[in-house]
């Protein structure tokens, strides 16, 4: 059986994406390690849960979760690459980092998603998720959205040729991000697979960097209070979103992709992180 070290070096291996795509992801793993390290436990989920595939081999995944010490406000933080063969040919890659904070701030949550199911094209989301609804909460709307001038990081890649908005098919995920998130479609074309990779060492790295190193300072490292009545509205709003993302991102697509058996394995310990 594979030690955690192990486990997560395979995980840290990204070993199906391209050189810019996965220098990318260490770079964001190695800016959580480095400045929020030491208030994260270390990843305990089980083996094969860290690590997984289907029974026929053409699908695998690496999880690696670490949750927030008891005085760190963060609640815990999910790493992750999905593979699988396509029956059509190529793959399917998803590479994706969220963060959840606690209810002792109200900070926004943390997320990104590269999907690719092509050399030459890429989806990407990215967002600093509300964690209050920003009709009914506008001082919300301002203070971290229209103040930090965060859809600056949005206008910038949607200025690019190669890149075009991204329509969820999810009701669910255009309801939950941010009026500032990053939901593109980048194509550069038949027969230029390098155009991608300047893209994402060029303008995809700069903006998820930007945006992680305002989320560790701004939210998971700046204390704010909290008073009683606004802490039991967060409990139950992220409640509801993190159940929510196990019931339909996760719990639609891993049966599919990995079976059930495994994905019961799966979903089931992962429901009780994000099920707290």
């Known amino acids: 059986m594979d030690t955690n070290d192990e486990l997560k070096s395979k995980f840290m291996e990204f ?3 391209s050189a810019s795509h996965k220098n990318l992801m260490l770079e964001l793993l190695s ?5 929020l390290g030491p208030s994260l436990q270390s990843c305990t ?4 849960v860290q690590h997984f595939g289907n029974p026929t081999g053409s699908a695998r995944a690496s999880l690696h979760l670490r949750s927030g010490l008891p005085s760190s406000q963060i609640d815990f933080i999910l790493g992750g690459w999905i593979h699988c063969e396509l029956p059509s040919g190529g793959a399917l890659n998803i590479t994706s980092l969220s963060a959840y904070l606690k209810p002792s701030t109200n900070a926004p949550h943390f997320l990104l ?10 989806v990407l989301i990215l967002d600093l998720t509300p964690r209050k609804d920003l009709v009914s909460y506008p001082a919300y709307l301002k203070m971290y ?5 965060l859809d600056r990081h949005r206008q910038v890649l949607q200025n690019l040729p190669e890149v075009k908005p991204y329509i969820s098919p999810s009701l669910y995920i255009r309801s939950v991000v941010s009026p500032t998130a990053i939901l593109v ?3 550069v074309g038949d027969g230029e697979e390098r155009g991608i990779e ?5 303008h995809v790295g700069s903006v998820a960097k930007e945006m992680l190193d305002f989320w560790i300072e701004s939210c998971a490292c700046l204390e704010r209070s909290v008073g009683e009545n606004e802490r039991g509205y967060l409990e139950e709003r992220d409640g509801i979103i993190k159940r929510k993302t196990i019931e339909v991102d996760l719990g639609s697509s891993f049966p599919r992709l990995f079976g059930q058996e495994v994905a019961d394995r799966v979903l089931g310990v992962l429901k009780e992180y994000y099920g707290k």
Do not use: A, H, K, M
């Not at 959205?145 to 001038?149: F, K, L, P, S």
């Open 198 to 202: 300047d893209i994402i060492e060029d």
């Open 45 to 48: 989920l089980p083996p094969d």
């Open 185 to 187: 479609g980048i194509d």
């Open 145 to 149: 959205y229209e103040d930090t001038n």
């Open 15 to 17: 070993p199906y994406v």
């Open 31 to 35: 800016s959580v390690d480095t400045r």
């Open 113 to 122: 998603d590269l999907i690719q199911s092509s050399p030459t094209s890429l």
